[in-house]
């Protein structure tokens, strides 16, 4: 079973997490046979956050409950406080999970947080365009490997800039193998377009037989 650790801080951007942990939470459109997945809040102490749209979340555990497997993963939301040095144990975290094949996933602000320790100067990633982590991280170096796109995947990391939630849900989601292809497929293009036939589509792709 895949355990999903969805860092939580002050300002944290709400709208960037919708998508994916709703989906990996709920299990709605897993495939038939797919394991449920274990979703936990972590933050770096037992206090309550308050997120930018003026939620409160009270974290589930702490950094070092998260267990450094591949069946592990660990979302990182954009937030306006990452360059607070108390975040600085979760970005050495991802560091170990990510060295132990498990999935890192960082959205917006917290491209930068990885940026800012050299986490994406060797891999492919992206962020909120180009020259924005040069911006807030004067010693990044991964210009190199930066792809203008609003989500990549590079092997067990997957970035995104904040208009990039969508793409980077999916390719969490496809990453996890928990949707059948032609499921994800519709999935995606419903929520992008909005057009019917992309729903219906995707109801049909629950009905048993109708697998890829």
């Not at 989906?23 to 102490?45: D, H, I, M, P, Q």
């Not at 956050?49 to 979302?75: A, N, Q």
């Not at 930068?112 to 962020?127: E, K, P, Q």
């Amino acid at each position: 079973m895949f355990t999903i650790y969805v860092y939580i801080l002050d300002t944290l951007a709400d709208w960037e997490l919708g998508h994916v942990t709703s989906e990996l939470n709920s299990g709605r459109f897993f495939k038939k046979g797919a394991e449920r997945v274990s979703l936990k809040t972590v933050s770096y102490s037992n206090e309550p956050i308050t997120t930018m749209g003026g939620m409160t979340i009270v974290p589930d555990c702490l950094i070092d409950d998260i267990v450094v497997s591949e069946t592990s993963v660990l979302i990182l939301p954009g937030a306006n406080t990452w360059d607070d040095p108390k975040h600085c144990a979760i970005i050495e975290k991802a560091g170990e999970l990510l060295s132990s094949g498990a999935l890192v996933c960082a959205i917006c602000g917290a491209t930068a947080a990885l940026a800012n320790v050299g986490m994406l100067d060797t891999r492919l990633h992206t962020s909120n365009g180009p020259g924005f982590l040069e911006m807030f991280c004067p010693g990044y170096k991964g210009q190199n490997f930066y792809i203008d796109e609003p989500s990549v995947a590079d092997n067990n990391l997957i970035t995104a800039g904040s208009t990039g939630a969508l793409l980077w849900a999916k390719q969490i989601i496809e990453h996890l193998g928990v949707f059948e292809s032609n499921t994800l497929e519709s999935w995606y293009a419903y929520f992008s377009t909005g057009k019917p036939e992309h729903f219906f589509a995707l109801m049909q792709s629950l009905q048993p037989g109708k697998e890829n």
